[in-house]
């Protein structure tokens, strides 16, 4: 096992993809030089036939990647930056997403959205700085995002594999940290969370690179005696509520710490979803901690103002005792 | 383009033109009737487009449709008893009762969807002819679109990337003239939309769309050099809908067409045009069209009779084949 960078764990799971299936193929801007990373070296290995640079044409490559996985390739779609998706939004969520059901099941679109970076990744305002996935899952678009490399290997994996279309978030705040992951090509399946650390007196559902912070929080508040339990669904949709439920009815409070907007967000459907299955077991109200419902301002201190972060949660977590 | 038609191709052509009308016709009864649910966009009036093109092709060819898609589901192939089933909203209608009139779908025949959205096909269609290069086939992809789709901006996108990247996709307009109650005199400052192609670097023309035989003659020759050349092509077809944007427009009383502008194109009908021409160069008989009218005539009966035994699909079926690999726990109900 070795100690690496999560974006170089996205990379590695891409290209042992690309190798094993020639159907594979990556479309996006700027992926021959790779601005990302992921792609690096890529077309040396796979020429210009699968790692395949467009246009600056989101609404139009997001359609090509479904007509490609609709007549037989399994095309790996990178967006730079996560607002790019606004622009293909009918493509992804009205096209890509609906037509298998539309056709009666006839259809059949195996394509991955890599948005390449997702989040507030400080002094880009408002239009580089979103994680726009709620609007993806309200449209029952399958959608992971890991919060570690091996997660984000495993999960890229199991996304490309995937008959349907998947969106794979990758939080701008976890690309460059480490973690051990396998050199072997492994799979971590679609609607699996993983309990991140064992606690008993409250449960904190974190996402992407709030994972991160919800361990340390864990961890030092250890030393006041309150035991915090992290519980990171990997896969938004599907939700793995059984691990989700099993935790909430163990420790009988909830947090839910995700950085998406709070209207309507990712929060929004995990509390209303533990206060329809474990109301009995609640002994105080389900909270949320998400991003406030503005753009990301560009002035740091107003930036860091709206963001959840480990103050916060450490804010709320002590209102809760 | 004076290439001497056979019989067989005529009657083939007449035979698909004729059925396209005659199951629009049948539709809009169906649709008025409130046997069929919803709206339909008919197809009347521009058959010549869909059965010029469709007939120049082959099976493993592919399209993507429109909203007025039935007569291009029909010309390349499509049965018209699971057409009729599907827009009776039956359980083995095309797509099992769950896309209706706008969404037919088969991959069969090469049919990679019709589409409610505007515009929304024809990167489809890039993408599929992005999979024909990579996969080294030789078969083509047609892009069926309309006037009112050209201004969308994802059709510039699509276009100007099947150019740089050397794809076997025909682009096909289907100029009617309006998009819904907009003339594209207003919406256009070009006399021609083919005149577009010059500005993504591959070829373009523009042809008469009521004339089957131009139009199935053009695209042989284009299908040919894009298999060949691995070049785009934008194929504009001036046709014209004898109908309203939907089946039931007339209610709404718009006016954007007077009477003899409707009549004028109907003085121009495909149908009646190209079998006035087969019967005066003595290709065939009348009493051969006749048996062919009589033949589709019956064959819609069969095939309205076919849907309306059809089953109907049970409701929760409306909760399947929402994905291709299953999840427990997805999709969800609306309730508890």
Redesign the interface.
């Known amino acids: 096992m070795r100690n690496i960078y999560y974006l170089k764990a996205v990379s590695e799971a891409l290209f042992n993809e690309m190798e094993i299936n020639p159907d594979v193929?990556v479309i996006g801007e700027d992926v021959r030089y790779s601005l990302r990373g992921i792609t690096k070296g890529f077309i040396d290995i796979f020429g210009p036939?699968?790692v395949?640079d467009?246009?600056i044409?989101e609404?139009?490559?997001?359609?090509?990647?479904?007509?490609?996985?609709?007549?037989?390739?399994r095309?790996v779609l990178e967006f730079q930056i996560c607002e790019f998706i606004f622009f293909a939004f009918?493509?992804l969520v009205?096209?890509a997403q609906k037509?298998?059901?539309?056709?009666?099941?006839?259809?059949?679109a195996?394509v991955t959205y890599l948005i390449a970076s997702s989040g507030a990744r400080g002094g880009m305002a408002g239009q580089h700085s979103d994680n726009p996935y709620p609007y993806l899952l309200h449209s029952?678009m399958?959608t992971v995002m890991p919060s570690t490399p091996y997660d984000a290997k495993g999960l890229l994996v199991s996304a490309i594999r995937?008959?349907?279309p998947v969106a794979v978030f990758l939080p701008v705040n976890s690309l460059g940290t480490k973690g051990d992951v396998p050199e072997e090509q492994y799979t971590i399946p679609?609607?699996k969370g993983e309990i991140k650390k064992e606690g008993k007196d409250i449960t904190v559902v974190s996402t992407g690179h709030l994972v991160k912070i919800a361990l340390e929080t864990a961890e030092e508040l250890e030393s006041s005696g309150i035991s915090v339990e992290v519980y990171d669904p990997r896969t938004l949709?599907?939700?793995d509520?059984e691990l989700l439920f099993k935790s909430v009815k163990k420790t009988g409070r909830v947090i839910v710490f995700d950085d998406s907007n709070r209207t309507c967000g990712f929060a929004a459907e995990v509390s209303a979803i533990i206060s329809?299955e474990c109301f009995t077991y609640l002994k105080s109200p389900v909270r949320r901690i998400t991003r406030a419902d503005v753009p990301i301002p560009f002035n740091a201190q107003m930036e860091s103002f709206v963001l959840p972060d480990k103050e916060k949660l450490i804010k709320v977590i002590l209102k809760n005792f | 383009m004076t290439e001497k038609i056979t019989k067989n191709l005529a009657l083939e052509l007449y035979r698909k033109m004729v059925l396209c009308r005659k199951f629009e016709e049948k539709v809009a009864e169906l649709v008025n009737k409130n046997e069929i649910y919803g709206t339909t966009h008919e197809y009347v009036g521009e058959e010549a487009v869909a059965v010029g093109v469709c007939s120049a092709l082959r099976n493993n060819d592919?399209i993507?449709s429109t909203h007025r898609g039935h007569g291009h589901i029909i010309s390349k192939g499509g049965d018209i008893r699971y057409m009729f089933a599907e827009l009776l909203g039956r359980v083995n209608?095309?797509?099992?009762?769950?896309?209706g009139s706008m969404?037919i779908?088969?991959?069969g025949i090469g049919i990679?969807?019709a589409?409610g959205?505007v515009g929304?096909g024809?990167?489809?269609?890039?993408?599929?002819?992005?999979?024909?290069?990579?996969?080294k086939m030789d078969n083509v992809v047609i892009s069926f679109f309309g006037d009112g789709a050209s201004n969308q901006?994802?059709v510039?996108?699509?276009m100007?990337?099947a150019s740089?990247?050397n794809l076997p996709v025909i682009f096909v307009c289907e100029n009617n003239q309006y998009a819904v109650s907009t003339s594209v005199k207003y919406s256009l400052k070009i006399e021609n939309i083919s005149e577009r192609s010059k500005a993504y670097g591959f070829e373009g023309k523009t042809i008469d769309g009521m004339d089957v035989l131009e139009v199935y003659n053009n695209t042989k020759e284009i299908v040919n050099k894009v298999r060949s050349e691995n070049k785009p092509f934008l194929l504009e077809c001036k046709t014209y809908r004898y109908s309203g944007h939907f089946t039931a427009e007339k209610i709404l009383n718009l006016n954007y067409r007077t009477e003899d502008e409707i009549n004028y194109y109907k003085s121009k009908c495909p149908i009646l045009s190209f079998s006035t021409k087969i019967l005066n160069d003595g290709i065939c008989t009348k009493k051969e069209l006749d048996d062919i009218d009589n033949l589709v005539i019956n064959q819609i009966d069969e095939a309205v009779d076919f849907a309306r035994k059809s089953k109907s699909p049970e409701p929760s079926d409306a909760l399947?084949?929402?994905?291709?690999?299953e999840?427990?726990?997805?999709?969800q109900k609306g309730w508890?």
């Open positions: 193929v036939d699968r395949i467009t246009p044409s609404a139009g490559l997001t359609g090509v990647g479904t007509g490609a996985a609709l007549s037989g390739l095309p009918d493509q009205d096209q037509l298998r059901y539309m056709s009666g099941g006839k259809l059949k195996p029952g399958k995937d008959d349907d679609l609607g949709l599907p939700l509520r329809e | 592919l993507t209608g095309c797509n099992k009762g769950k896309g969404h779908a088969d991959p990679l969807g589409n959205i929304a024809v990167p489809i269609a890039v993408g599929a002819a992005l999979t024909i290069k990579i996969k901006g994802v510039h996108e699509a100007n990337m740089i990247w399947k084949d929402m994905y291709a690999t999840y427990t726990g997805i999709p508890i």
